[in-house]
Antibody, heavy 119, light 106 residues
Framework: EVQLLESGGGLVQPGGSLRLSCAASGFTFDNYAMSWVRQAPGKGLEWVSTISATGISIYYAGSVKGRFTISRDNSKNTLFLQMNSLRAEDTAVYYC????????????WGQGTLVTVSS | DIQMTQSPSTLSASVGDRVTITCRASQSISSWLAWYQQKPGKAPKLLIYKASSLESGVPSRFSGSGSGTEFSLTISSLQPDDFATYYCQQYNSYWTFGQGTKVEVK
């Protein structure tokens, strides 16, 4: 059974940093690209970032480029999102998701972790 | 960037109704389109990929069609479990979601 478990969310002040993790199980992690998607309270879904299976190819939404860094540790089946220079508008539930090959739909999602940026 | 526009934003329907949601891309995305269902407080669930392919385990009352810039999701006979918000997403160039369509009880 595929499982994705996000952690690391919480309350952070504007300008602060936070690192999210996503522990994967139930599939061969290093065979699949992975993504982060966020959802602000009461709003729609926004793609944030995607990393290829090997970690060589990385993609970011314009709203987070230069502030967020996606990475993965295939030896630990874990995906990360380092978030720096956080803003109020980054407040959202952050989901990690498995990407169907080759770089396609998001076929399985974790339950999400809430990040709140506020003073 | 490719923009995705869904209509309507809200749809009121009854159990047994045939429901159609449309999604328009700002430029051609071939068939690189997915549909997701999301219920309150839950993660999205993939329903349809490549515009018309049904994800494993998804009931056959869900179907997708379209190519290029115009797409639709149809629920042939709305069931109580189908009241939710639906999102389209393009993956032709990066990933972009539509703004969502809430299917509510009429």
């Amino acid at each position: 059974e595929v499982q994705l478990l996000e952690s690391g969310g919480g309350l952070v002040q504007p300008g602060g940093s936070l690192r999210l993790s996503c522990a994967a199980s139930g599939f061969t992690f290093d065979n699949y690209a992975m993504s982060w998607v966020r959802q602000a309270p009461g709003k729609g879904l926004e793609w944030v970032s995607t990393i290829s299976a090997t970690g060589i190819s990385i993609y970011y939404a314009g709203s987070v480029k230069g502030r967020f860094t996606i990475s993965r540790d295939n030896s630990k089946n874990t995906l990360f999102l380092q978030m720096n220079s956080l803003r109020a508008e980054d407040t959202a539930v952050y989901y990690c998701a498995k990407v169907a090959p080759p770089l396609a739909a998001l076929d399985f999602w974790g339950q999400g972790t809430l990040v709140t940026v506020s003073s | 960037d490719i923009q995705m526009t869904q209509s309507p934003s809200t749809l009121s329907a009854s159990v047994g109704d045939r429901v159609t949601i449309t999604c328009r891309a700002s430029q051609s995305i071939s068939s690189w389109l997915a549909w997701y269902q999301q219920k309150p407080g839950k993660a999205p669930k993939l329903l349809i990929y490549k515009a018309s392919s049904l994800e494993s385990g998804v009931p056959s009352r869900f179907s997708g069609s379209g190519s290029g810039t115009e797409f639709s999701l149809t629920i042939s006979s709305l069931q109580p479990d189908d009241f939710a918000t639906y999102y389209c997403q393009q993956y032709n160039s990066y990933w972009t979601f539509g703004q969502g369509t809430k299917v509510e009880v009429k």
